[in-house]
């Protein structure tokens, strides 16, 4: 008889429903009350599975956090660019919603509270912001915005977190947050246009 060796308990299968539950439970309960008893529990593993697959508790965290700042980046990478940076921004802006309801554990944990966010930080070349601040470059090159780009990137994400979070909690209905963004983006930037810019609201706010 030829002798069967042990099944992998540990294996990507497993891996995946860890980085799954920890998704879920980070998003909804603090972090200090998340032991790696609960996350192995809740993914149906034994406790030395997140030790043995990812290190340690913080290892996990900063792997869902990494799909999160991946998924968002990768969304807003694949808006393409026209010859209307404004238009582009609008569509950054839509996009960016759209990633958020459709991934809403990870858009909890990636801006709820569970990692900090520092909007003025450097910018890597996967930090989801590069798009947006790609697009304001080209504005600002384009004398239709003027200022810093930071600050506009700042304020622009100020006005989509703020409806996106009441979106999620609720608070909007989707009608409402569709008619809310095709407002809110273009009066953020006309505080920063120059007389050659001017956006106006537009109607392609809808997810697919």
Known sequence: MIPMGRPRTNDETVKERLVEAATELFATRPRESITVRALAAAAGAA???????????DALINEV?????????????????????LA????????????????????????GGVQTFDPTGAVGTGDPVR??????????AASTLTGDATSIALSIWVT?????TLELAGALDTATAEAAL?????????????????????????CI
Request: hydrophobic share 40%.
């Open 65 to 85: 956090r990494a799909r999160a700042v991946g998924g968002l980046f990768h969304v807003l990478s694949q808006v393409p660019d026209s010859d209307d940076p």
């Open 182 to 206: 095709q407002s809110a983006i273009p009066a953020t930037l006309r505080g920063w246009s120059t007389a050659e810019g001017r956006p106006r609201g537009r109607s392609d706010t809808g």
């Open 88 to 111: 582009d921004i609008h569509a950054l802006s839509v996009a960016y919603r759209c990633w958020a309801r459709e991934h809403t554990h990870l858009y909890t944990v990636l801006f």
């Open 160 to 164: 989509l977190h703020g409806l996106v």
């Open 131 to 140: 798009p947006l601040l790609e697009a304001i470059d080209r504005a600002l």
């Open 47 to 57: 406790t030395a599975a997140v030790y043995t697959l990812f290190g340690s508790k």
